[in-house]
């Protein structure tokens, strides 16, 4: 029998109109491959997995915490550092919600394990910019109204920031590309490019 437990999930669609998995895929993914998408080692075991102090590189500063190593980097950013620019969506890798940049790379940090980030550098929505001096794409899209409910906005943000540091100009195709795995139920998908390209053209 189907039972739907993420029926606001599966029915996000992408930039290419891809729909999510059934729950049985989903809680494979959970089991078996969600740290494979980050290259993070597998849940430890509950023996390996006592509270440790942890010295994080966050937006630029040292961030200590104590917490077992397997806890999600995206709890210890919401909960415990009180950056609530990554958002909690599906918490399977699936939606981008929770992306922040390590290394200038997007990163899903909701399978993240706080053991696998180390000494890297973090980078959140916060550390973009703040609300008196905005960054380009906070800028970009609040002045295109990229977003509806807001929900999905940290994580196209955060992967448009990872494009446009590569990609000084890029062409549609390649923002749809670059934004394809960030879910956005909210249908605005064409804003989001807009707000991405008028960052790009340093028009916001
Ligand atoms: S919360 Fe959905 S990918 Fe992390
Ligand atoms: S999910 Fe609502 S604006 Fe994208």
Redesign the pocket.
């Known amino acids: 029998m189907f039972i739907c437990v993420y029926p606001w999930l599966i029915a996000f669609p992408n930039f290419f109109g891809q729909v999510l998995a059934t729950p049985a895929a989903l809680d494979y993914i959970r089991q078996h491959s969600a740290h494979r998408f980050n290259n993070i080692p597998a849940r430890a075991n509950p023996e390996e997995n006592m509270p440790q102090n942890f010295t994080l590189q966050v937006n630029g500063a040292s961030r200590n915490v104590n917490v077992e190593p397997d806890t999600p980097l995206?709890y210890i950013l919401r909960n415990d550092l009180e950056l609530s620019g990554?958002?909690?969506?599906?918490?399977?890798?699936?939606?981008?919600?929770?992306?922040v940049l390590i290394e200038g790379r997007p990163t899903?940090?909701?399978?993240t394990p706080l053991s696998a980030v180390g000494a890297r550098n973090v980078t959140t929505l916060e550390g973009l910019g703040s609300k008196d001096r905005l960054h380009p794409l906070q800028k970009a899209f609040i002045e295109e109204q990229a977003a509806q409910c807001g929900y999905c906005t940290n994580?196209m943000i955060m992967a448009a920031k990872a494009l446009l540091d590569k990609t000084l100009k890029p062409t549609d195709a390649q923002i749809k590309k670059a934004l394809a795995a960030n879910?956005c139920r909210c249908g605005t998908h064409n804003r989001i490019v807009r707000a991405v390209q008028r960052a790009a053209k340093g028009a916001a």
């Open positions: 995206l990554p958002r909690f969506g599906c918490g399977l890798s699936q939606c981008g919600a929770c992306t899903r940090s909701c399978v994580g879910l």
